[in-house]
């Protein structure tokens, strides 16, 4: 472990280096810059409040803070892990030049998505602020579901960019399960409108348990008991081990492939 850490901190400087580039490749030239990062979930919410306040008759109090809360954990997860996919591939010719750790890459993706999602966390606040939502001493909890889904999208993230290394088709098989997934996840409907059978399988969903607690702290104005944290802890961690020790046991096949 602690030449993990020592071999971490050394490589710290281009893992940051990575991530800035990636945030000015996404916004060069764009008028608006980092404003995207806000606007783009602020214009999701009118669009889908719209759509299941009005058409559905959805009766969800604060249902846009509602979405924003689900939206926002769901976009990272998806974003992180489908840019960590391919991360290894993308960076093929670095990767025959010199030595870099291999996990740098799926990480720095991770890591990159992570400052989205506290960028689009700022239209979170402006609507509560719109819509004068008390902001709760609760909500200042904020950074530990976001911890908690960070760590799950790295594990998850570390076993999709190694299996896509030697089954290509893993992201076109990826797209449709993260649609899936969309809809066994309560971003837009409340759990009460599901059926009994239903309601037990999305319990088995990761993102139910970390969007759960991210609405209760903003919300709810309560923090989640034991057993939540435990919940969300067990399923960040094991998802963690699970992808470090299928991307430790590929990566040394991965030049062989790329």
């Keep these: 472990m602690k030449q993990y850490l020592t071999n971490f901190l050394k490589y710290k400087s281009l893992l940051w280096n990575l991530v800035v580039r990636d945030l000015k490749i996404k916004y060069r030239r764009s008028v608006l810059g980092f404003a995207w990062s806000i606007l783009n979930p602020l214009l999701m919410m009118i669009v889908i409040t ?3 306040q009005n058409l559905f008759r959805t009766n969800i109090e604060n249902f846009p803070i509602y979405y924003l809360t689900g939206y926002l954990f769901f976009s990272f997860v ?3 892990t489908n840019l960590a996919m391919t991360s290894i591939i993308g960076s093929a010719s670095l990767i ?3 030595y870099i750790p291999k996990y740098i890459f799926p990480l720095e993706k991770c890591i990159f998505s992570f400052v989205n999602m506290l960028f689009s966390f700022i239209a979170t606040i402006i609507v509560m602020l719109v819509l004068k939502v008390p902001i709760t001493p609760t909500f200042f909890a904020f950074p530990i ?4 889904l960070f760590v799950f999208s790295v594990g998850l993230s570390f076993f999709l960019a190694a299996a896509n290394v030697f089954f290509r088709d893993v992201a076109h098989l990826y797209s449709v399960f993260t649609t899936a997934w969309m809809y066994l996840t309560p971003i837009f409907y409340p759990m009460e409108m599901l059926p ?3 309601v037990e399988v999305v319990t088995f969903n990761p993102l139910y348990h970390y969007i759960l607690y991210f609405r209760a702290l903003v919300l709810g104005n309560h923090i989640p008991d034991l057993r939540t944290n435990m919940i969300c802890i067990g399923f960040s961690v094991i998802m963690l081990i699970l992808g470090l ?14």
């Excluded at 991307?247 to 790329?258: A, P, R, S």
């Design 50 to 52: 719209a759509v299941f």
């Design 78 to 80: 998806t974003e992180s």
């Design 96 to 98: 025959k030049k010199v």
């Design 145 to 148: 579901p976001m911890l908690y």
């Design 196 to 198: 009994e059978f239903m």
């Design 245 to 258: 020790i299928f991307f430790k046991k590929k990566q040394d096949k991965f030049i062989l492939y790329v």
